[in-house]
């Protein structure tokens, strides 16, 4: 189902973010940039002179950092200095010493070393708007026997004028028509590749979804769904998700040329997971025009001899796509909470299924995953409202 809604959800009160100053190391140059801890973009003003005939004239431009495809980054063991970042999630480039970086959290000076930081920068092309396309997925044959309740989430929060139905423009994919009531429905896709149902992950025994929603991308494309947005939101069925928070968060970013998405958790390899996707418009309407590129040249089907963790969930997909066709990346640790991401678990709680829960009340998230059970679900929507 596609819907285009004009409803506004009233935006949050939110503390306002610190600031703090560090030091870049670019080119031999030692730059103060202005860091925001909650991880959004880090942007600073370089000055130069230009001839225009007669005069000598003041260019003032933008840079944004921005971190380099994993690929092109050092192993936490490597002198980082040459590449401006590290593999891992979350770990930075500091001078360590003159001519050697080492990747760490953070650095204090004496300490540590000299904790100059070394980044990657890139031209600041836009200041894009706040209009949004969300979209989510529910998945009838899941290829476990496992009961699952995403439909209910979903049909439950369209009633609500929830998580994705706060959007401006919104829609769901299925590999079935579903109701998700008052005459809204799934768009159902299609197995035409027969690569729906290749692989099962071997923890969950449920369906690898990367073709699954690459037909559903291509659906997104054919049918301009993401046109005229400035940025593109998916979001699992089962991630408490507050688009008012995200707009805040989002207020006056600027976008680096080429179009960013941003990666929400620390400490592992790829970072931007599925259960909130964040992307600019521009970056990704590049995911989009290389589809049938990144599915034909990248080793989705996990069959890399390099790599060790089996075929690709959608969202490895879309990051790998994005990195090969040079939409740049960012972090953003603070935004989910999410129990999918290691770091987290110390400070969530265990569920029931042994897995990990966030604590939603007196809480400022963008998006709490995963509550799985509707009674969970509504009950920590409820919680982020101070209802409960």
């Known amino acids: 189902m596609i819907a285009d809604t004009t409803s506004e959800t009233e935006s949050p009160v939110f503390e306002v973010q610190q600031r703090a100053t560090r030091v870049k190391y670019v080119g031999g140059l030692l730059l103060a940039t202005a860091l925001l801890l909650t991880g959004a973009a880090v942007i ?21 950092v921005v971190v380099p495809p994993y690929d092109s980054c050092s192993k936490t063991t490597e002198n980082c200095l040459s590449t401006k970042c590290c593999k891992v999630t979350g770990y930075m480039c500091f001078l360590k010493s003159p001519g050697v970086g080492k990747c760490m959290t953070n650095c ?44 209910e989430l979903l049909s439950r929060s369209y009633t609500l004028g929830a998580s994705i139905f706060g959007c401006p423009k919104w829609a769901v994919y299925s590999d079935v028509e579903a109701v998700l009531g008052n005459g809204a429905k799934t ?53 408490v998700f507050l688009p008012a928070r995200l707009l805040t968060r989002l207020q006056g970013y600027h976008v680096p040329a080429g179009g960013v998405y941003i990666e929400n958790c620390a400490n592992v390899m790829y970072g931007f997971f599925g259960n909130l996707e964040v ?3 521009d ?4 995911f989009l025009t290389n589809l049938e590129t990144c599915k ?15 075929p690709w969930g959608e969202d490895l997909f879309m990051q790998n796509c994005m990195d090969k066709f040079g939409v740049s990346k960012q972090s953003d640790f603070t935004m989910d ?15 029931s299924d042994g897995g990990y829960m966030p604590y939603c009340k ?21 919680e982020t409202q101070d209802l409960a």
């Open 296 to 310: 034909a040249t990248l080793a989705w089907k996990g069959d890399d001899p390099d790599w060790k963790y089996g």
């Open 337 to 351: 909470a999410d129990g999918m991401c290691k770091k987290n678990h110390p400070t969530f709680r265990k569920s």
């Open 362 to 382: 007196n809480s400022k998230q963008i998006v709490y995953h995963p509550f799985r059970k509707p009674a969970d679900y509504f009950k920590c929507l409820a």
């Open 44 to 64: 600073h003003k370089r000055r130069g002179l230009s001839f225009n005939e007669n005069k000598l004239t003041q260019e003032y431009y933008e840079e944004s």
């Open 283 to 286: 970056g990704f309407q590049t």
């Open 187 to 239: 768009t159902q896709v299609f197995d035409v590749d027969a690569d729906f149902h290749l692989f099962k992950r071997k923890k969950e025994g449920t369906w690898v979804n990367a073709m699954m929603f690459y037909q559903a991308w291509l659906n997104i494309r054919e049918q301009q769904l993401s046109a005229g947005s400035d940025w593109v939101i998916k979001v699992d069925a089962d991630s």
């Open 108 to 151: 204090t000076p004496g300490k540590d070393g000299i904790c100059t930081e070394a980044v990657a920068t890139k031209a600041v092309a836009s200041y894009p708007g706040l209009k949004f396309f969300c979209f989510s997925w529910y998945m009838a044959d899941t290829g476990s026997t496992k009961k699952s309740y995403d439909l």
């Open 279 to 281: 992307v600019s418009g």
